[in-house]
């Protein structure tokens, strides 16, 4: 039936003419293409559209642009992107932003939860992370414009993508693209020394807190060693609930109170 249906769909597309430029919109229901075989109008190609049928749709994506800069200067940087799979850590996509413009452009396929990561030579990475099970309209897309920062001294990140068990400092598998990731950045950059950071929100007693903070910042130590980044080139430290960045008194505030931070020293 498939077969039937793609030979019937490709003849009523095909004609004598050209026909090229063949494009599918995000939803995946209705393709453009253009042709000089079916107007009126001499050799001019004209733009047309039709419904895909059922069998044929891919699956519906949403995406993210957006620009990346020096964020001290503004410069353009032509970044490298990675999409992976937070729960199997599959790379799904690559991608690279515009040399002269540092715009990107970069397809999110709906329905999981992806670690989204953007670097260039010389400069600390970005990390993010999309949960596409919930809903987001397919119409409009998710504009990120990222200021990464030079690697030197001083210079502090959020690691978006550590994640812990709840009152607990044992990492969660999702945790492993964002360790591999910061591995990988540590091997590029030998000169690099950093300080990992565990923060808390304010919730519990301020002794739990600095105690949990201190054990999570240690998990990251420790993995980051048996993935071959010599001891002497890390150090870590809990800070407990003492550094907020957002409110404690919203859920919002609270989870980002909750991270792990690198500074590099």
């Not at 620009?67 to 353009?76: A, H, L, P, Q, W």
């Not at 999409?83 to 990107?104: R, W, Y």
């Not at 607990?168 to 910061?182: A, F």
Request: one cysteine or more; charged letters at 25%; glycine letters at 10%.
């Amino acid at each position: 039936h498939l077969i039937s249906l793609c030979i019937n769909w490709v003849s009523q597309i095909n004609t004598q003419g050209d026909e090229m430029g063949f494009v599918v919109n995000a939803r995946g229901n209705r393709a453009y293409f253009s042709s000089d075989g079916v107007n009126d109008e001499g050799n001019s190609k004209a733009i047309y559209y039709f419904d895909l049928p059922e069998p044929l749709r891919p699956e519906p994506v949403l995406y993210v642009k957006g620009r990346v800069f020096d964020i001290e200067s503004g410069e353009t940087l032509p970044a490298d992107f990675e999409l992976k799979d937070l729960a199997s850590a599959e790379l799904v996509v690559t991608a690279q932003g515009n040399s002269f413009t540092g715009e990107f452009l970069v397809c999110l396929p709906i329905g999981g939860r992806y670690a989204f990561r953007a670097s260039h030579p010389g400069y600390m990475f970005y990390s993010g992370h999309f949960d596409l099970h919930k809903g987001h309209s397919l119409e409009t897309p998710y504009v990120l414009d990222i200021g990464l920062q030079a690697v030197k001294a001083g210079v502090k990140m959020t690691l978006e993508n550590i994640f812990f068990e709840t009152d607990s400092y044992e990492l969660r598998d999702e945790s492993k693209i964002e360790l591999e990731g910061l591995i990988s950045f540590m091997k590029e950059n030998p000169e690099v020394k950093i300080l990992i950071g565990g923060h808390t929100d304010n919730q519990g007693p301020a002794a739990y807190n600095q105690l949990l903070s201190e054990n999570r910042a240690k998990s990251v130590f420790i993995y980051l060693t048996r993935g071959g980044v010599p001891q002497e080139r890390l150090k870590y430290k809990g800070f407990g609930m003492n550094q907020p960045i957002d409110d404690n008194s919203s859920i919002e505030g609270r989870a980002k109170n909750r991270r792990t931070e690198i500074t590099v020293l």
